[in-house]
């Protein structure tokens, strides 16, 4: 699963970074974390107030894949409490690292549902008692449910987005044998111009037909050439 950090990138409207650092403060939280989950690619991208060093640190170790916040909260279409979570072995290899860097395993995750099967997560922190939490959350549950679609729409408004909601994810090789199919070449040619078996043509051309939700191998292609992952000839 690869993990997009849309605060480093010039395509996306950068205000959002911004925002959440004002929304933080306003709300009196430790930190602010937008996750969006792209169904297609099977990526994760999104804006966070956490420190550059956990930031690395996170990517580095591969924890989006293991994330109980990512993929438990993901599940729920109500607030999850962090206090949820079965304090399992994911949990405690992400949230025992995340302390070292000053973030606490105190948290709330909001899940927003998109209209294109994404999902959009927010999440807050705050190290404080148990009972100031509580009161914390049921303060500001609210502001936090409207700002998690605001957010979460903001994203997906940006033409980057929601390209890549829009256009399936084909590996090289199913982009490489739709090109040959387009150019009018038979599955037994296109095998021995790849120097594979036409079986292992056909279940390239199966995958990529399931990605492009197409019932026909020409459909596929006419879809492919329309989403410009190959080119008419």
Not at 132 to 150: D, F, P
Not at 171 to 177: A, G, K, L, P, V
Request: charged share 25%; aromatic share 8%.
């Amino acid at each position: 699963m690869e993990l997009i950090d849309l605060g480093h990138d010039p395509d996306v409207p950068g205000q959002i970074d911004a925002f959440l650092l004002q929304l933080r403060e306003k709300l009196e939280l430790d930190h602010i974390a937008y996750a969006g989950m792209n169904p297609v690619s099977n990526s994760v991208h999104g804006y966070v107030t956490y420190p550059d060093a956990w930031k690395e640190h996170y990517a580095n170790s591969g924890f989006v894949a293991i994330d109980p916040a990512v993929h438990l909260a993901r599940r729920s279409i109500a607030p999850v409490d962090w206090k949820r979570f079965e304090r399992n072995d994911d949990f405690a290899k992400v949230f025992a690292q995340a302390r070292d860097f000053g973030i606490s395993d105190q948290g709330l995750t909001i899940p927003v549902r998109g209209p294109y099967g994404d999902t959009g997560l927010l999440s807050v922190t705050r190290d404080c008692s148990p009972e100031e939490w509580q009161r914390l959350t049921r303060k500001i549950i609210g502001e936090l449910q409207s700002v998690a679609v605001h957010v979460h729409d903001a994203v997906m408004r940006s033409d980057k987005l929601s390209r890549l909601l829009r256009t399936p994810a084909l590996s090289t090789r199913e982009r490489e044998i739709l090109q040959w199919i387009a150019a009018g070449k038979s599955q037994q040619d296109v095998g021995d111009i790849l120097g594979i078996s036409h079986r292992t043509v056909e279940v390239h051309l199966r995958s990529a037909r399931d990605k492009l939700y197409s019932l026909t191998t020409p459909h596929a292609v006419a879809r492919a050439i329309a989403f410009g992952l190959i080119y008419p000839i």
